[in-house]
């Protein structure tokens, strides 16, 4: 059983920087993907960004133009997701992630239903 804590989120002005830290207890397996979801209210779920922790290999959310990095820590099981330029419409609650994996599609990893893990989420809140 993997358990996740979220922390890092904050209210900032348009602009400003976040570190979001997310902490794997557990134990996170080679094959496992770890990625980083976003829920604005009233709103659907929205795919941020996703780390193979095997290769490393990293894939982002469309809208997200490049101002967000996801790193990993692999001696702490963590997860990092660093966001630049944010943005009222970044403004969400921030959830870590983990999927098993072995899907066959990795655009199955854009969707939530892949990752059987869920953190508690982390506010974020970005003024204009």
């Known amino acids: 059983q993997v358990q996740l804590v979220e922390s890092g989120g904050g209210l900032v002005k348009t602009g400003a920087s976040l570190r979001l830290s997310c902490a794997a207890s557990?134990?996170?397996?080679?094959?496992?993907?770890v990625g980083w979801v976003r829920q604005a209210p009233g709103k659907d779920y929205e795919f941020v960004s996703r780390?193979?922790?095997?290769?490393?290999?990293?894939e982002y959310g469309d809208s997200l133009n490049g101002r967000f990095t996801i790193s990993r820590d692999d001696a702490k099981d963590t997860v990092y997701l660093q966001m630049n330029s944010l943005k009222p419409d970044d403004t969400a609650v921030y959830s870590c992630?983990?999927?098993?994996?072995?899907?066959?599609?990795?655009?199955?990893?854009?969707?939530?239903?892949?990752?059987?893990?869920w953190g508690q989420g982390t506010q974020v809140t970005v003024s204009s």
């Open positions: 780390i193979s922790w095997l290769t490393g290999g990293t």
């Open positions: 992630t983990v999927s098993r994996g072995g899907y066959a599609s990795t655009t199955y990893y854009r969707t939530p239903r892949a990752y059987e893990y």
């Open positions: 557990g134990g996170i397996e080679s094959n496992y993907v």
